[in-house]
């Protein structure tokens, strides 16, 4: 029982971890989202550098599932 | 007028599009090669600043110094209406009770136009529609025929009561300036009303514009000591909502015969030190210097807040403010060429 209930909170951070990463993503490219389209639509040239910084944001929830995976395969 | 809604605006992508534009603007190196140039020359130089669409377009109407005052008047009238346009929620109306003050503006080029019997076409040339009042209105405006029509039809476009005192004494002397005093006092009083100071950004911007209102009252009350104009003339011109300048230190300032014996009362004043004191102290004492000088603080005002929250309103004003002044500089640039002013002369009235 107590170790059914520890894989169930295992469970509920991993799903907590890339969950709330994917919201603050989210957060953060829909700014740099918009500042992105304003570059773009004053000049452009700058789409390869607006595409990065549009990337940018995107690790955070490479960083989130690297812990849901370390938490489910590893814990 | 303004209120339609509370949404919040879209900061990131209107600041970066007023970004992109305000790199775009001419540096000081370049003020010193136009100074240098022929009225033509400096019709080339700023199509490449910026200008190209413009001076394209008005190049078979105008021609010369006409051509780059026009051109420059319509592509500030352009960026604003893009900026307008872009912004959304509350940061767009607070870019639009910013703007009126171009609605006034045309409204004061129409009635003075009605006044000495301009022609549509005469009147409508010397438009800067960069307001929330659209072309299709400024031509209705421009097509009545009295100046009764005009202010009836403002009222409805502009949503703008004009009070009845004012317009019965407008009709018992004829003069469209006391509209234009009530129309000035009615724009920065809707535009204070507009900016709710519950944020940071927006309480840094109201005192922005409470500076601003200082600013034009003192160059108000600093121009009318130019042409001998002191004491209780002037209060009729006080713009109130100064943040400094109340309507009891305007007095004072107004009662002082001369711009020197104002200096005293003006050294409470924070644009004093940096800005008037100087000028003050300097060999050859002008009033345009002084005004000149004034305007550099608003600019630097300008500038300071600027970078205080890069995704609020403050960039966005920040741009507005350095457009106009560029446009200002080009005229005077061009005028001065124009006129064989010398290039000190031209230099000393930038405002850079």
């Known amino acids: 029982m107590a170790e ?25 490219e829909g700014n740099v989202g918009a500042a992105a389209v304003g570059a773009i639509t004053e000049d452009a040239s700058l ?7 549009m990337v940018l944001p995107e690790t955070i929830v490479i960083f989130g599932l690297v812990i849901s995976i370390l938490a489910i395969f590893v814990m | ?44 130089y700023i199509s490449e600043a910026g200008y190209q669409k413009e001076m394209t377009d008005l190049a078979g109407k105008f021609s ?39 609605d006034i503006w045309n409204l004061k080029v129409i009635l003075r ?50 009070p009845a005192d004012v317009i019965s004494e407008y009709k018992e002397t004829g003069n469209a300036g006391v509209i234009e005093d009530f129309l000035d006092k009615f724009h920065y009083q809707r535009l204070l009303d507009s900016i709710s100071p519950y944020t940071q950004p927006t309480k840094i911007f109201l005192d922005y514009i409470r500076k601003e209102i200082d600013v034009v009252n003192l160059r108000t009350i600093m121009k009318l000591k130019g042409e001998g104009i002191y004491g209780e ?5 006080y713009i109130p909502g100064g943040m400094q300048i109340d309507s009891k230190f305007a007095q004072v300032l107004a ?49 300071k807040m600027a970078h205080m929250y890069p995704l609020s309103v403050l960039p966005v004003i920040d741009f507005m403010v350095h457009k106009e002044t560029e446009v200002r500089n080009i005229r005077i640039v061009a005028r001065g060429v124009d006129g064989g002013l010398s290039r000190e002369t031209i230099k000393g009235l930038l405002v850079i």
């Not at chain 2, 599009?17 to 001419?26: F, G, P, T």
């Not at chain 2, 003339?233 to 011109?237: E, I, T």
């Open chain 1, 47 to 53: 789409f390869g550098k607006a595409m990065i910084f």
């Open chain 2, 64 to 102: 010369g110094i006409a051509l780059v005052e026009h051109a420059t008047y319509q592509n500030m009238a352009n960026v604003f209406k893009s900026i307008l346009g872009a912004s959304q929620g509350e940061l767009a109306i607070m870019v639009a009770a910013y703007l009126e003050k171009w």
């Open chain 2, 1 to 44: 007028m303004f209120k339609r809604s509370v949404r919040k605006g879209n900061y990131a992508y209107t600041v970066t599009r007023v970004k992109a534009k305000k790199s775009h603007l001419l540096k000081e190196e370049d003020y010193d090669k136009m100074i240098q140039m022929s009225v033509p020359e400096i019709s080339r």
């Open chain 2, 113 to 162: 136009g009605k006044s000495y019997g301009v022609d549509a076409s005469g009147i409508k040339e010397d438009l800067v529609p960069a307001g929330k009042v659209d072309e299709a209105s400024l031509d209705k405006l421009i097509s009545l025929d009295s100046v009764d029509d005009v202010l009836n039809e403002y009222s409805k476009v502009g949503k703008v009561t004009f």
């Open chain 2, 233 to 237: 003339q002037v209060m009729k011109y």
């Open chain 2, 255 to 303: 009662n002082a015969e001369t711009v020197a014996a104002a200096s005293g009362d003006m050294s409470r004043l924070e644009v004093y030190e940096d800005y008037i004191k100087p000028v003050m102290d300097s060999d050859n004492v002008t009033n345009k210097a002084v005004v000149t000088s004034i305007k550099k603080y608003q600019e630097d005002q300008a500038k």
């Open chain 1, 4 to 28: 059914g209930e520890a894989l169930g909170l295992i469970a509920v951070g991993a799903g907590l971890a890339v969950g709330l990463t994917g919201l603050g993503a989210g957060i953060a």
